[in-house]
T-cell receptor
Protein backbone atom coordinates (compact mmCIF):
# COMPACT_ATOMS: atom_id res chain seq x y z
CA UNK A 1 0.00 0.00 0.00
CA UNK A 2 1.35 3.40 -0.95
CA UNK A 3 1.34 5.66 2.09
CA UNK A 4 1.64 9.42 2.09
CA UNK A 5 2.07 11.18 5.42
CA UNK A 6 1.41 14.85 6.09
CA UNK A 7 1.07 16.76 9.34
CA UNK A 8 -2.64 17.47 9.62
CA UNK A 9 -2.13 20.84 11.28
CA UNK A 10 -3.59 23.28 11.62
CA UNK A 11 -0.47 25.22 10.78
CA UNK A 12 -0.98 28.80 11.84
CA UNK A 13 1.32 31.46 10.42
CA UNK A 14 1.19 35.26 10.55
CA UNK A 15 0.60 37.18 7.35
CA UNK A 16 3.85 37.74 5.49
CA UNK A 17 5.62 34.75 7.05
CA UNK A 18 6.78 31.53 5.42
CA UNK A 19 4.58 28.45 5.73
CA UNK A 20 6.46 25.16 5.51
CA UNK A 21 4.57 21.97 4.69
CA UNK A 22 6.11 18.51 4.78
CA UNK A 23 5.23 15.22 3.12
CA UNK A 24 6.82 11.78 3.27
CA UNK A 25 5.92 8.86 1.04
CA UNK A 26 6.53 5.12 1.15
CA UNK A 27 6.64 4.18 -2.56
CA UNK A 28 10.23 4.39 -3.79
CA UNK A 29 8.90 4.08 -7.33
CA UNK A 30 7.30 7.52 -7.13
CA UNK A 31 8.55 9.67 -9.99
CA UNK A 32 6.49 12.84 -9.88
CA UNK A 33 5.06 14.85 -7.02
CA UNK A 34 2.09 17.17 -7.03
CA UNK A 35 0.82 19.77 -4.59
CA UNK A 36 -2.85 20.68 -4.54
CA UNK A 37 -4.66 23.40 -2.63
CA UNK A 38 -8.21 22.78 -1.45
CA UNK A 39 -10.36 25.53 -0.03
CA UNK A 40 -13.10 24.46 2.35
CA UNK A 41 -16.01 22.97 0.43
CA UNK A 42 -14.24 23.20 -2.92
CA UNK A 43 -12.40 20.78 -5.15
CA UNK A 44 -8.58 20.53 -5.16
CA UNK A 45 -6.64 22.72 -7.55
CA UNK A 46 -3.14 21.96 -8.77
CA UNK A 47 -0.61 24.54 -7.65
CA UNK A 48 2.68 22.95 -8.69
CA UNK A 49 4.61 19.76 -9.35
CA UNK A 50 8.19 18.59 -9.16
CA UNK A 51 10.05 15.68 -10.75
CA UNK A 52 13.72 16.22 -9.99
CA UNK A 53 15.61 16.40 -6.73
CA UNK A 54 16.17 19.92 -5.50
CA UNK A 55 14.06 23.04 -5.49
CA UNK A 56 11.48 24.35 -7.93
CA UNK A 57 10.07 27.84 -7.58
CA UNK A 58 6.76 29.14 -8.93
CA UNK A 59 5.84 32.59 -7.72
CA UNK A 60 5.51 32.51 -3.94
CA UNK A 61 5.62 28.71 -3.88
CA UNK A 62 8.74 26.55 -3.69
CA UNK A 63 8.64 22.77 -3.85
CA UNK A 64 11.59 20.77 -2.55
CA UNK A 65 12.21 17.11 -3.34
CA UNK A 66 14.62 14.59 -1.84
CA UNK A 67 13.95 11.17 -3.33
CA UNK A 68 16.65 9.46 -1.24
CA UNK A 69 14.84 10.57 1.92
CA UNK A 70 11.40 10.09 0.32
CA UNK A 71 10.51 13.60 1.33
CA UNK A 72 8.85 16.46 -0.46
CA UNK A 73 7.97 19.86 0.93
CA UNK A 74 6.16 23.03 -0.04
CA UNK A 75 7.13 26.51 1.10
CA UNK A 76 4.72 29.41 0.82
CA UNK A 77 6.53 32.74 1.06
CA UNK A 78 4.86 36.01 2.05
CA UNK A 79 1.78 34.10 3.23
CA UNK A 80 -1.53 35.81 2.60
CA UNK A 81 -4.96 35.19 4.17
CA UNK A 82 -6.02 33.81 0.78
CA UNK A 83 -3.48 31.01 1.28
CA UNK A 84 -5.61 29.64 4.14
CA UNK A 85 -6.59 26.20 2.84
CA UNK A 86 -5.73 22.52 3.05
CA UNK A 87 -2.68 21.47 1.03
CA UNK A 88 -2.55 17.97 -0.38
CA UNK A 89 0.62 16.14 -1.32
CA UNK A 90 0.29 13.57 -4.13
CA UNK A 91 3.16 11.39 -5.33
CA UNK A 92 2.75 9.39 -8.50
CA UNK A 93 4.38 6.33 -10.01
CA UNK A 94 4.07 5.70 -13.75
CA UNK A 95 0.67 4.03 -13.38
CA UNK A 96 -1.78 6.85 -14.13
CA UNK A 97 -2.60 7.25 -10.44
CA UNK A 98 -1.88 9.70 -7.66
CA UNK A 99 -1.68 8.76 -3.99
CA UNK A 100 -3.01 11.58 -1.85
CA UNK A 101 -2.04 12.48 1.66
CA UNK A 102 -4.75 13.59 4.07
CA UNK A 103 -3.54 17.17 3.80
CA UNK A 104 -2.18 19.94 6.00
CA UNK A 105 -4.53 22.75 6.95
CA UNK A 106 -2.90 26.18 6.86
CA UNK A 107 -4.35 29.24 8.55
CA UNK A 108 -2.80 32.62 7.79
CA UNK A 109 -3.68 35.14 10.48
CA UNK A 110 -3.76 38.84 9.66
CA UNK B 1 -8.92 25.32 -22.91
CA UNK B 2 -10.09 22.24 -21.04
CA UNK B 3 -13.19 22.24 -18.86
CA UNK B 4 -14.64 19.55 -16.65
CA UNK B 5 -18.27 19.45 -15.60
CA UNK B 6 -19.98 17.47 -12.87
CA UNK B 7 -23.61 17.29 -11.96
CA UNK B 8 -25.51 17.53 -9.84
CA UNK B 9 -23.65 19.81 -7.44
CA UNK B 10 -25.51 18.52 -4.40
CA UNK B 11 -27.70 15.50 -3.87
CA UNK B 12 -29.68 14.11 -0.94
CA UNK B 13 -30.77 10.52 -1.36
CA UNK B 14 -32.44 7.94 0.91
CA UNK B 15 -30.68 4.72 1.84
CA UNK B 16 -31.34 2.02 -0.74
CA UNK B 17 -31.99 4.40 -3.61
CA UNK B 18 -29.98 4.33 -6.87
CA UNK B 19 -27.30 6.84 -7.81
CA UNK B 20 -25.99 8.26 -11.05
CA UNK B 21 -23.34 10.97 -11.16
CA UNK B 22 -22.04 12.28 -14.45
CA UNK B 23 -18.77 13.88 -15.45
CA UNK B 24 -17.85 15.32 -18.83
CA UNK B 25 -14.64 16.86 -20.09
CA UNK B 26 -14.34 19.40 -22.88
CA UNK B 27 -11.34 20.56 -24.85
CA UNK B 28 -9.23 17.40 -24.82
CA UNK B 29 -9.23 13.96 -26.42
CA UNK B 30 -8.64 10.53 -24.88
CA UNK B 31 -8.17 11.76 -21.32
CA UNK B 32 -7.61 9.49 -18.38
CA UNK B 33 -10.64 9.87 -16.10
CA UNK B 34 -10.94 9.33 -12.37
CA UNK B 35 -13.60 9.14 -9.65
CA UNK B 36 -12.60 10.01 -6.09
CA UNK B 37 -14.55 10.21 -2.86
CA UNK B 38 -13.64 12.47 0.03
CA UNK B 39 -15.35 11.82 3.34
CA UNK B 40 -15.74 14.74 5.72
CA UNK B 41 -12.32 15.80 7.04
CA UNK B 42 -10.57 13.01 5.19
CA UNK B 43 -8.24 12.57 2.22
CA UNK B 44 -9.13 11.60 -1.32
CA UNK B 45 -9.92 7.95 -1.97
CA UNK B 46 -9.56 6.79 -5.57
CA UNK B 47 -12.62 4.77 -6.55
CA UNK B 48 -12.25 4.14 -10.30
CA UNK B 49 -10.09 5.21 -13.19
CA UNK B 50 -10.34 4.78 -16.93
CA UNK B 51 -7.71 5.08 -19.66
CA UNK B 52 -10.17 4.66 -22.53
CA UNK B 53 -13.76 4.01 -23.59
CA UNK B 54 -15.13 0.94 -21.83
CA UNK B 55 -11.95 0.47 -19.78
CA UNK B 56 -12.61 0.73 -16.05
CA UNK B 57 -10.27 -0.12 -13.20
CA UNK B 58 -11.72 -0.44 -9.71
CA UNK B 59 -9.61 0.49 -6.73
CA UNK B 60 -11.95 -0.27 -3.86
CA UNK B 61 -14.55 -3.08 -3.83
CA UNK B 62 -17.90 -1.63 -2.83
CA UNK B 63 -21.42 -1.11 -4.06
CA UNK B 64 -20.40 1.49 -6.63
CA UNK B 65 -19.68 1.01 -10.32
CA UNK B 66 -18.39 3.21 -13.11
CA UNK B 67 -18.84 3.36 -16.85
CA UNK B 68 -17.29 5.30 -19.71
CA UNK B 69 -19.71 5.24 -22.63
CA UNK B 70 -17.95 8.02 -24.54
CA UNK B 71 -14.40 9.33 -24.71
CA UNK B 72 -15.07 12.32 -22.48
CA UNK B 73 -17.91 11.01 -20.31
CA UNK B 74 -17.53 9.16 -17.03
CA UNK B 75 -20.46 7.95 -14.94
CA UNK B 76 -20.54 6.75 -11.34
CA UNK B 77 -23.47 4.58 -10.32
CA UNK B 78 -24.95 2.59 -7.50
CA UNK B 79 -28.00 0.35 -7.39
CA UNK B 80 -28.56 0.80 -3.65
CA UNK B 81 -26.94 3.55 -1.62
CA UNK B 82 -25.59 3.00 1.88
CA UNK B 83 -25.16 5.59 4.62
CA UNK B 84 -21.40 5.17 4.22
CA UNK B 85 -21.64 6.38 0.61
CA UNK B 86 -22.09 9.96 1.80
CA UNK B 87 -19.24 12.23 0.80
CA UNK B 88 -17.81 14.62 -1.73
CA UNK B 89 -17.44 12.93 -5.11
CA UNK B 90 -14.82 14.32 -7.41
CA UNK B 91 -14.13 13.59 -11.05
CA UNK B 92 -10.71 14.35 -12.48
CA UNK B 93 -8.94 14.12 -15.83
CA UNK B 94 -5.35 13.90 -17.00
CA UNK B 95 -3.53 13.49 -20.30
CA UNK B 96 0.17 13.85 -19.65
CA UNK B 97 2.53 13.44 -16.74
CA UNK B 98 -0.24 12.47 -14.33
CA UNK B 99 -1.27 16.08 -13.72
CA UNK B 100 -4.86 15.64 -12.66
CA UNK B 101 -7.45 18.39 -12.83
CA UNK B 102 -10.58 18.18 -10.78
CA UNK B 103 -14.18 19.04 -11.46
CA UNK B 104 -16.30 21.05 -9.02
CA UNK B 105 -17.57 17.91 -7.26
CA UNK B 106 -20.90 16.51 -6.11
CA UNK B 107 -21.77 16.57 -2.44
CA UNK B 108 -23.85 13.48 -1.68
CA UNK B 109 -25.77 12.99 1.54
CA UNK B 110 -27.40 9.63 2.13
CA UNK B 111 -30.11 9.69 4.80
Amino acid sequence: QKEVEQNSGPLSVPEGAIASLNCTYSDRGSQSFFWYRQYSGKSPELIMFIYSNGDKEDGRFTAQLNKASQYVSLLIRDSQPSDSATYLCAPSSNDYKLSFGAGTTVTVRA
Amino acid sequence: SQTIHQWPATLVQPVGSPLSLECTVEGTSNPNLYWYRQAAGRGLQLLFYSVGIGQISSEVPQNLSASRPQDRQFILSSKKLLLSDSGFYLCAWSVLLNEQFFGPGTRLTVL
